[in-house]
C-alpha cells in the first residue's frame, strides 16, 4: 500500500514513517499542506495520516479540496487540538477517523489496519489462488501449508497483482503501488521482482503472464486462452 503521511513535527513525521515502513507500506512524507495537495492529485495513495496544523495551508483545507476533486481515499487526521470542534470540523471535512496528539503508535496503527480493511474488504485476511494462499495482515505468502520465502517487495508485487488477479496491472502502476518519493527503484528492478516471484509461486498452481507492452497478469496456470 502506498501511504502519504503530511505531518509537520520532524519527531512525530519520523515515528510514523518507520512504523508505516515496518508494517511493508510504500510511504511519502511532507510537512507542507501545499505539498500534500499537489500530491493528493498526483499520486494514487491507499491512505492519508494528515496532521491539521499545517504552516501556509492548514490540514482541514488540503482535506477539504481533496474532497472536492472526490477523492474517496481513506484519511486518518492526527491533532494536537483535541477540542470536540476541531474533532467535528475534522469529520466534517471528510476525515475517515481523527486521533489527538499525544497517541500511542500501536493505537495509530491499528485504526490504519482497520481504515485499510474497510477500503478493501477483499484484503482483510486472506486471499487464495489455485493453491496459493496470501496471508495479507502477515504479510506471507502458503502452498498449502507451506510459507513461501519472499522479500518484503516480492510480496509487494504479489500483493499489487493478487489485487488485480486476471486483470493486467502495468509497471509503472506498480511502481506507484510500491516505492515512494525517495525510493529509486526502475523498472527494470521490477521485472527482477517479478522473474524471482514467478518462479517461488509456479509451484502453487498460479502464473505471472507477461503481457507484452502492457505488463503483467496474475493467473492460476492453465488458465491463460
Ligand atoms: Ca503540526
Redesign the pocket.
Known amino acids: 500500500m502506498r501511504l502519504l503521511i503530511v ?3 520532524p519527531l512525530i513525521a519520523d515515528g510514523l514513517i518507520r512504523a508505516m515502513r515496518a508494517s511493508g507500506h510504500a510511504v511519502d512524507h511532507t510537512d507542507s499542506g501545499v505539498e500534500a495537495d499537489q500530491a493528493l492529485r498526483q499520486y494514487p495513495y491507499d491512505l492519508v495520516i494528515l ?1 491539521l ?2 504552516p501556509r495551508m492548514d490540514g482541514l483545507d488540503v482535506l477539504r479540496r481533496l474532497r472536492a476533486n472526490r477523492s474517496g481515499v481513506p484519511v486518518l487526521v492526527l491533532t ?1 487540538r483535541d477540542s470536540l470542534d476541531d474533532r467535528v470540523a475534522g469529520l466534517d471535512a471528510g476525515a475517515d477517523d481523527y486521533l489527538a496528539k499525544p497517541f500511542d503508535l500501536p493505537e495509530l496503527e491499528a485504526r490504519v489496519r482497520a481504515l485499510l480493511r474497510r477500503q478493501q474488504p477483499s484484503l482483510s485476511g486472506r486471499m487464495q489462488l489455485g493453491e496459493l494462499v496470501i496471508d495479507v495482515n502477515g504479510r506471507s505468502a502458503y502452498h498449502g501449508n507451506r510459507r513461501i520465502e519472499l522479500s518484503s517487495r516480492e510480496f509487494g508485487v504479489l500483493e499489487v497483482l493478487a489485487r488485480r488477479a486476471g486483470r493486467v496491472v502495468g509497471k509503472d502502476q506498480m511502481l506507484d503501488a510500491l516505492t515512494g518519493w525517495d525510493e529509486e527503484v526502475g523498472t527494470n528492478a521490477i521485472e527482477v521482482y517479478v522473474h524471482r516471484l514467478r518462479k517461488k509461486i509456479e509451484p502453487a498452481g498460479v502464473n505471472i503472464r507477461t503481457v507484452r507492452g502492457l505488463g503483467y497478469l496474475l493467473d492460476k496456470t492453465g488458465e491463460d486462452g
Request: hydrophobic residues 30%.
Open positions: 505531518e509537520d513535527d496532521d496544523g499545517l494536537a
